[in-house]
């Protein structure tokens, strides 16, 4: 079973991405309210997944990125945002997420996609 990371300082929006994510037969192994809590939780529990909202305290979700990235360079990271400035999406392109995900989404698109790239990060260990 695939695991999952979700880290959003928004509680309800946490558990509704937890929640839709268990429905679709991944398992969350965390959830964490800001960027160092993910860190740190990758480190430990070394997941097939993170999802990271951009917007939070104590580190935002692209520094968890970055510093994800350091740990483990071919890691799934999946950025959830509603923020579309300028300056984000300039620091998106030079990090480099495996996929950006904008608020308001839909589930089924997600879900997909992690499929695919879980199905790619597979074949790139045989």
């Known amino acids: 079973m ?3 990371i979700v880290a959003d300082d928004d509680q309800p929006n946490l558990e509704l991405l937890s ?3 268990e429905v679709n037969n991944i398992k969350i192994i965390d959830k964490v309210q800001n960027g160092k809590e993910a860190v740190l939780s990758f480190q430990k529990l ?4 993170v999802f ?6 104590e580190f935002d979700g692209l520094y968890a990125l970055e510093e994800i990235r ?17 300056e984000t999406s300039d620091r998106l392109d030079k990090l480099q997420p ?6 308001p989404y839909e589930m089924n698109s997600v879900i997909h996609f ?6 790619l ?4 260990k045989d």
């Open 114 to 119: 992690l499929n695919l790239q879980l199905e």
């Open 19 to 21: 929640e839709l994510l």
């Open 121 to 124: 990060k597979e074949i790139s």
């Open 98 to 103: 495996t996929a950006i995900v904008h608020k």
């Open 70 to 86: 350091k740990i483990d360079p071919s890691s799934i990271v999946i950025m959830i945002t509603a923020d579309t400035s300028d």
């Open 46 to 49: 070394k997941p097939d997944v």
């Open 52 to 57: 990271l909202d951009i917007m939070m305290p």
């Open 2 to 4: 695939t695991t999952a």
